[in-house]
T-cell receptor, first 113, second 113 residues
Framework: DAKTTQPPSMDCAEGRAANLPCNHS???????VYWYRQIHSQGPQYIIH???NNETNEMASLIITEDRKSSTLILPHATLRDTAVYYC??????????????FGTGTRLKVLA | KAGVTQTPRYLIKTRGQQVTLSCSPI?????VSWYQQTPGQGLQFLFE???????NKGNFPGRFSGRQFSNSRSEMNVSTLELGDSALYLC????????????FGPGTRLTVT
């Protein structure tokens, strides 16, 4: 099963890009990478997901390496409200037609004024 | 559209008791998943329901059970509570299980004394 590794914490200056890495070196071909974030005392919030192509939405960009062994979540212009714990998640299908989810330990991002 | 609601928000129980937590998904969402979050173990997947059927289950003992009703509302039950069951229990809903763009509720904080 795929496992994910994330740095425990990162700081980023307000207005700068925040680049959050995730290592999923054992990922296989049909396993998606998802990113969520959790602001203190709230439930996690979906950010973005991808399989092998880079993805962008109104919140962030997701860059997945060609070998798919790692990915980077990019918040282009971090604000103080982006301070949160960011989780990298691998979802993979099981033989029974369901899915299993492997959560990273999360990166605590602190955006500094 | 109202978000995912969970009741109660806070709960204190003693060892050996049982507890039932409730989750109302976003209107139109038929898939409900449950997660346990603790400082030591992070986010862990408990189970997932779709159309009143459990489709997936994490690695938790049989003391943890759940069900889903015809209106998609879900409950989870923990019997014979242990101190280690103290955690934030999160519920998430989505339109169907093949999507991982889930919407989380605020969680129920369970404290076992």
């Amino acid at each position: 099963d795929a496992k994910t590794t994330q740095p425990p914490s990162m700081d980023c200056a307000e207005g700068r890009a925040a680049n959050l890495p995730c290592n999923h070196s054992t990922i296989s071909g049909n396993e998606y990478v998802y990113w969520y974030r959790q602001i203190h005392s709230q439930g996690p919030q979906y950010i973005i997901h991808g399989l092998k192509n880079n993805e962008t939405n109104e919140m962030a960009s997701l860059i997945i390496t060609e070998d798919r062994k790692s990915s980077t979540l990019i918040l282009p212009h971090a604000t103080l409200r982006d301070t949160a714990v960011y989780y990298c998640i691998v979802r993979f299908p099981t033989t029974s037609g369901t899915y299993k989810y492997i959560f990273g330990t999360g990166t605590r991002l602190k955006v500094l004024a | 559209k109202a978000g995912v609601t969970q009741t109660p928000r806070y709960l204190i129980k003693t060892r050996g008791q049982q507890v039932t937590l409730s989750c109302s998904p976003i209107s139109g969402h038929r898939s409900v998943s449950w997660y346990q979050q603790t400082p030591g173990q992070g986010l862990q997947f408990l189970f997932e329901y779709f159309s009143e059927t459990q489709r997936n289950k994490g690695n938790f003992p049989g003391r943890f059970s759940g069900r889903q009703f015809s209106n998609s509302r879900s409950e989870m039950n923990v019997s014979t509570l242990e101190l280690g069951d103290s955690a934030l229990y999160l519920c998430a809903s989505s339109t169907n299980p093949s999507l991982y763009e889930q919407y989380f509720g605020p969680g129920t904080r369970l404290t076992v004394t």
